[in-house]
């Protein structure tokens, strides 16, 4: 993913850990991207994917992408055209919506962007964490470009960010976006950690990823009182999983349940935070540095800069391959011997801070709450994966509960 504006954005959410990347940047006046580096990604990420590998998929983030203005964007399809070189190029991208306006909505649709849009729930959740930098609530304004999207019927799908003022109102979350037209849609976990030896001496306020090959003060840093709860989550997911398989499956895709029917399923793939392996979902700066992961943007995971060298080799550096396969090389045993390791796989190395009962380094922070939802789930899904084997469709999974072939979520 691109972060053309770096970490600068119009809203000063509470628990956004990407903010606080400005001390590691200088100028904030610089942060922009200018044209010469812009063309020179969109050649070199074009040049690197392998050929015949599907369509270019470009992920625009922030910060708030939208603070490039629309020019910037307008050149950069301009340039993807130019060196698409018969690829089909396609562009996702994350924004707050609070500056979406009806220009930005014509273009959306006329490039076809899928746009993601921050959204925690109804007013009064989205407005206690996600605020605007004088502190209000920025809900209202977030709805207001959530219409401009509809009216231009643009492409759009939902992240909704979990976290303490949300966590117990699951339900209540998805009925609201299954309301405001959102029919895919992801929920993220918020767990951050207040900082570590590292952290304090980067002048950051949140903890710097965990590291096991040396005594690491990560394990003892405790989170923020904004994370939410491993269980907390789980039973989050649950509330919502129950009213998404008794209604809406094949009508309404979340991102957690579709990926873990995959898993079940044998299906390759699914989201990073849940493959076996990771290190190829990499982060862009401003200045044309490549990161390891928009999680682990801090020096000592800088790969190099787009202007000195191609995307290929640094993410086929001896570095990158062993940061991504650290993620199953490090994972303990408790983990290894788990039963729902073929979907979980140790999930994102950021929360693997935690000690396993026999005191292994290693363990995610949310074990807790997958352990619980993918016990709750396991039913089911094992039943959409039957369905799909047969060559059926996994919605039917919907009558079998109707018909009492299997139990209805308790």
């Not at 707050?96 to 959306?108: I, M, S, Y």
């Not at 190829?280 to 401003?286: D, F, G, I, K, T």
């Not at 709750?376 to 072939?405: C, Q, S, T, W």
Request: charged residues 25%.
């Amino acid at each position: 993913m691109v972060k053309p504006i770096g970490p600068k954005c119009n809203l000063d959410c509470t628990y956004c850990f990407y903010l606080e990347k400005e001390v590691l940047f200088g100028d904030g006046e610089k942060w922009k991207m200018d044209e010469a580096l812009l063309e020179t990604y969109v050649r070199r990420y074009i040049e690197a994917q392998p050929p015949g590998g599907g369509p270019v998929v470009f992920a625009w983030q922030g910060g708030e992408p939208t603070l490039c203005g629309l020019e910037f964007f307008e050149k950069a399809v301009r340039f993807q055209k130019k060196y698409a070189g018969g690829r089909t190029i396609e562009n996702a991208f994350q924004t707050n919506a609070t500056l979406l306006d009806d220009e930005w909505g014509a273009f959306l649709k006329r490039e076809n962007f899928l746009i993601g849009i921050s959204i925690d729930g109804p007013e009064k959740m989205h407005d206690a964490l996600r605020v605007t930098r004088n502190g209000r609530g920025s809900f209202r304004e977030v709805m207001r470009g959530l219409e401009v999207l509809k009216r231009h019927r643009v492409d759009f799908n939902t992240l909704t960010c979990v976290n303490a003022v949300n966590a117990d109102k699951g339900a209540e979350v998805y009925d609201f976006l299954r309301e405001a037209g959102a029919r895919h849609m992801q929920f993220i976990p918020i767990i951050e950690r207040l900082p570590d030896a590292e952290a304090e001496k980067l002048g950051l306020s949140h903890a710097t990823p965990p590291r096991f090959e040396e005594e690491d003060e990560n394990l003892k840093a405790p989170v923020t009182s904004w994370s939410v709860g491993p269980k907390a989550y789980g039973r989050f997911m649950w509330q919502i999983f129950k009213r998404w398989i008794r209604r809406d499956v094949g009508i309404v895709y979340v991102q957690m349940f579709e990926t873990a029917l995959g898993k079940w399923a044998g299906v390759p793939g699914g989201v990073c935070v849940h493959n076996e392996e990771c290190g190829r979902n990499l982060a862009l700066e401003h200045d044309g540095s490549l990161y390891s992961c928009d999680h682990y943007v801090y020096p000592r995971y800088r790969l190099g800069n787009i202007a000195d060298a191609s995307m290929t080799s640094m993410v086929d550096s001896a570095f990158q391959t062993g940061f991504g396969n650290d993620k199953s090389r490090l994972l303990p045993r408790f983990c290894r011997e788990c039963e729902f390791r073929f979907t979980c796989n140790g999930g994102c190395p950021k929360h693997r801070f935690l000690l396993t009962p026999e005191g292994e380094p290693g363990l995610n922070y949310l074990c807790s709450g997958y352990r619980f939802v993918y016990g709750k789930m396991d039913p089911y899904m094992k039943a959409m994966a039957e369905l799909h084997k047969a060559g059926r469709p996994p919605y039917e999974v919907m009558n079998m509960i109707r018909e009492r072939k299997l139990p209805k979520p308790a």
